[in-house]
């Protein structure tokens, strides 16, 4: 069974439905896209005795965790503390995990103990406001603030202006911007370079790094306007090259599978690393508990492993004994979304074309099944997957099979993977 209902759900059962292991697979509460994988189901999946009940009927021998919300409310801990559910695996960490994205202070300060490279720090609570301008002064512009719990990934603001970084800043911890989110703020240095995501699955002692990747967060070409869920991703990185990686490897991936060993926090699933490359050295931005959405549509077409083995081994503590197989070819994902996203947008346009994009993998996120028809059901409606020999060519051909899906208001970024070329043009 997996939760969720997004883009990053319909790629992970795109490639559990593959697996000769997968007798049946059951989504909650899903997409129009995952029932062309498995089941869907309607299942409130903040409620966990529901899950746990649902499992237990229908004979549920793995619970793969897609979204946050639930896995830093505790699911997997629900589950583990359900004498029913002994044999049934749960792939995703336990709430002491899942604070690494819980709370970017805990996160922080995980980094500091275990000496993985971050950005200079100190987080400032409610009643702390006027200590918290007193630090940003001591910063230099641009100065960048965090929401310490969950906010949809919209709780980083990046500014440039000090007097607009206090407003901001005191909007967030005496006006709720971020409500619960920012009634804790992390204030920290700005780090100058070109961002990546890199994603590991452990089975708390052992690791496999999965492909890398990078995503587009800004809803404008140039990467401006408004913060979104993510408008593209494209896989691999070209400048995550055997030595940049082996540096990611040593001074992050290891010290983190580490240090959670250290802390007695038991992990098994996903840790997403958000890197920023600063002259040829990783740093540490954030860590994420799950996978990625836009990255799963790229990274995970190009991963040739069954992951239903990988994902029994996570659970037996036997990571170290599989291989993971992944296809060279860089896969390109363009996000299509709904007119007026990530501010008010319509739902229930229909959705035309999807049956003509042959070359390319279409993963649903905001969409659903109404009268026989598939319409818009959020922000994010669809993302669009195609892989080639090299970025140009993946990049040609995602756009071409994107635009063969119509629907009313359909906006998408025209610059996907522009800013790798560049950067690999400069390298030549």
Same mark, same amino acid.
């Given at each position: 069974?997996?939760i969720?209902s997004?883009?990053?759900?319909?790629?992970?059962? @795109?490639k559990?439905s593959?697996?000769?292991?997968?007798?049946?697979?059951?989504?909650?509460?899903?997409?129009?896209?995952?029932g062309?994988?498995?089941?869907?189901?309607?299942?409130d999946?903040?409620?966990?005795?529901?899950v746990?009940?649902?499992?237990l009927?229908?004979?549920?021998?793995?619970v793969?965790?897609?979204?946050?919300?639930p896995?830093?409310?505790?699911?997997a801990?629900?589950?583990? +503390?359900?004498?029913?559910?002994?044999?049934?695996?749960?792939?995703?960490?336990?709430k +002491?995990?899942a604070?690494?994205?819980?709370?970017?202070?805990f996160?922080?300060?995980?980094?500091?103990?275990h000496?993985?490279? &971050?950005?200079?720090?100190?987080?400032?609570?409610?009643?702390?406001?006027k200590?918290?301008?007193?630090?940003?002064?001591?910063m230099k512009?641009p @100065?960048?603030?965090?929401?310490d719990?969950? +906010?949809?990934?919209?709780g980083v603001?990046?500014?440039?202006?000090l007097?607009?970084?206090?407003?901001?800043?005191?909007?967030?911890?005496e006006?709720?911007?971020?409500?619960?989110?920012?009634?804790?703020?992390?204030?920290?240095?700005?780090?100058?370079?070109?961002e990546?995501?890199?994603?590991?699955l452990?089975?708390?002692?052992?690791y496999?790094?999965l492909p890398?990747?990078?995503?587009?967060?800004?809803? /404008?070409?140039?990467? &401006?306007g408004?913060?979104?869920g993510?408008?593209?991703?494209?896989?691999?990185v070209?400048?995550?090259?055997?030595?940049f990686?082996?540096?990611?490897?040593?001074?992050?991936?290891?010290?983190?599978?580490k240090?959670?060993?250290?802390?007695?926090?038991?992990?098994?699933?996903?840790?997403?690393i958000? *890197?920023?490359?600063?002259?040829?050295d990783?740093m540490?931005?954030e @860590?994420?508990v799950?996978?990625g959405?836009p990255?799963?549509?790229?990274?995970?077409?190009?991963?040739?492993?069954d992951?239903?083995k *990988?994902?029994?081994?996570?659970?037996?503590?036997? *990571?170290?004994?599989?291989?993971?197989?992944?296809?060279y070819?860089?896969a390109?994902s363009?996000?299509? &979304?709904?007119?007026? @996203?990530?501010?008010?947008?319509?739902?229930?346009?229909?959705?035309?074309?999807?049956k003509e994009?042959?070359?390319?993998?279409?993963?649903?996120? /905001?969409?659903?099944t109404?009268?026989g028809?598939l319409?818009?059901?959020?922000?994010r409606?669809i993302?669009v997957t195609a892989?080639d020999e090299?970025?140009?060519m +993946?990049? *040609?051909?995602?756009?071409?099979?994107?635009?063969k899906i119509k629907?009313?208001?359909?906006?998408?970024?025209?610059d996907?993977?522009q800013d790798?070329?560049?950067?690999?043009?400069?390298?030549?």
């Amino acid at each position: 069974m997996l939760i969720g209902s997004g883009g990053r759900e319909h790629a992970i059962a @795109y490639k559990l439905s593959q697996s000769e292991r997968c007798q049946r697979l059951y989504v909650a509460p899903g997409n129009g896209g995952t029932g062309l994988c498995g089941m869907n189901v309607k299942l409130d999946i903040m409620d966990f005795g529901a899950v746990a009940d649902f499992v237990l009927r229908n004979e549920v021998k793995m619970v793969v965790v897609g979204p946050e919300a639930p896995l830093v409310g505790g699911i997997a801990d629900a589950l583990a +503390a359900d004498e029913r559910m002994k044999g049934v695996t749960v792939i995703g960490p336990k709430k +002491a995990g899942a604070m690494l994205e819980g709370s970017k202070d805990f996160a922080k300060g995980f980094m500091e103990r275990h000496g993985i490279p &971050t950005a200079k720090y100190k987080t400032f609570g409610t009643g702390e406001l006027k200590e918290g301008k007193a630090f940003l002064r001591e910063m230099k512009a641009p @100065y960048v603030l965090k929401a310490d719990g969950l +906010a949809a990934g919209k709780g980083v603001l990046i500014i440039n202006d000090l007097a607009e970084a206090e407003r901001e800043l005191e909007e967030m911890l005496e006006g709720g911007k971020f409500g619960e989110a920012s009634s804790r703020v992390v204030i920290e240095e700005f780090m100058d370079g070109v961002e990546l995501s890199v994603f590991v699955l452990t089975d708390g002692r052992h690791y496999k790094i999965l492909p890398t990747a990078k995503d587009y967060k800004r809803i /404008g070409d140039g990467d &401006t306007g408004l913060n979104t869920g993510g408008m593209g991703s494209v896989s691999p990185v070209p400048f995550a090259d055997k030595e940049f990686m082996e540096k990611v490897e040593k001074r992050i991936v290891q010290p983190t599978v580490k240090g959670l060993m250290e802390e007695e926090i038991e992990y098994k699933g996903f840790i997403f690393i958000g *890197l920023m490359n600063v002259g040829g050295d990783p740093m540490v931005v954030e @860590y994420n508990v799950r996978m990625g959405d836009p990255e799963t549509e790229s990274v995970f077409p190009r991963i040739k492993s069954d992951v239903v083995k *990988l994902f029994e081994a996570v659970g037996n503590g036997t *990571l170290n004994k599989e291989t993971l197989d992944v296809n060279y070819r860089t896969a390109v994902s363009v996000v299509l &979304t709904a007119g007026g @996203y990530p501010g008010s947008y319509r739902k229930g346009d229909v959705i035309s074309g999807v049956k003509e994009v042959e070359k390319a993998l279409v993963f649903h996120a /905001g969409t659903k099944t109404e009268e026989g028809e598939l319409v818009t059901n959020g922000g994010r409606v669809i993302a669009v997957t195609a892989l080639d020999e090299s970025l140009p060519m +993946a990049l *040609l051909r995602a756009y071409q099979e994107a635009d063969k899906i119509k629907f009313e208001g359909k906006y998408n970024r025209k610059d996907i993977g522009q800013d790798l070329l560049r950067l690999m043009e400069g390298n030549k």
